[in-house]
């Protein structure tokens, strides 16, 4: 006996980033929803922010159903780590905006930050900012992996594993990490410490997705202390934008997850 094919859904994709009030970081979240729109043609893709700016989930997700018959609803996070916002704040977001909705069942994506290429772009950013840059060697460049912080265990474990793949594929000096937020080092508390040997170059480099006030205070810390320091090459990366790469990522899960209107799905 042939077993039968199950019935088919009317699937969408509804890609939530974090949110940001700079309008910057809000252009280059919306260029890789448009990016990643580009690669799942056959399927209705929306973006929506978690909170400080629109459209949020509640409007995105009003938005998907009114144009088509959705059955069932892909929401693929735009974040780098798994905490708080991937496991709790946006399936409560998602379940409230479908209860107007009946007979819509909703799959969460992992989030884009445990995709290979997200290290890899981290690599060619650092790669970009030292281009050109030979006169000082890289043994002689201190690198600093600058990250948000989290509280969360697993957000802290996929952190140690960015942080090792890092240190493997780009060759410094010595590599150090620090946090903005909820961990330490804080960049002034690792400060110190670093200024006390002779690195003649200094490389900042934000695992930050999109631009916002977090990037905006490695640019500003860096420049203070470049001005006290004018003898050592003070730098900072850039973060990791709209991306191309992180497009072909978002759309890898979304097919990897077997949904209708992609290769295999």
């Known amino acids: 006996m042939t077993s039968q094919k199950p019935p088919a859904v009317n699937p969408a994709v509804l890609l939530v980033g974090h949110g940001t009030r700079d309008p910057r970081g809000q252009a280059e979240f919306l260029e890789l929803a448009r990016l990643i729109a580009e690669r799942l043609p056959r399927l209705p893709v ?15 997700i009003d938005e998907l159903m009114s144009m088509a018959d ?20 946006i399936p409560q977001a998602v379940a409230a905006a479908l209860a107007r909705h009946r007979g819509v069942e909703s799959v969460q994506l992992p989030h884009l930050g445990t995709h290979p290429a997200v290290a890899e772009l981290s690599a060619l950013r650092m790669e970009e900012t030292l281009a050109g840059k030979a006169s000082i060697s890289s043994d ?43 961990a330490k080092p804080t960049p002034e508390e690792l400060l110190p410490n670093l200024l006390l ?19 905006d205070r490695v640019r500003e810390f860096v420049a203070s202390e470049s001005a006290r320091d004018p003898g050592r090459e003070w730098l900072v990366t850039s973060h990791l934008g709209a991306d191309p790469r992180l497009a072909d990522a978002a759309a890898e899960i979304v097919a990897a997850a077997g949904v209708e209107g992609t290769p295999g799905g």
């Open 70 to 89: 959705v059955q069932r609803l892909y929401v693929l996070p735009l974040l780098l780590f798994a905490a708080g916002h991937a496991k709790r704040d």
């Open 46 to 60: 929306r973006p929506a922010y978690l909170e400080l700016a629109d459209p949020n989930l509640s409007t995105a």
């Open 197 to 215: 040997n002779s690195w003649r170059r200094i490389v900042w480099q934000p695992h930050l997705l999109f631009h916002g006030e977090l990037m």
């Open 140 to 182: 002689e460049t201190y690198g600093v992996l600058v990250g948000r912080g989290s509280y969360d265990s697993d957000a802290q474990a996929e952190w140690r594993d960015l942080a090792a793949s890092r240190r493997e594929t780009t060759t410094l000096g010595q590599w150090a990490e620090c946090f903005l937020a909820m």
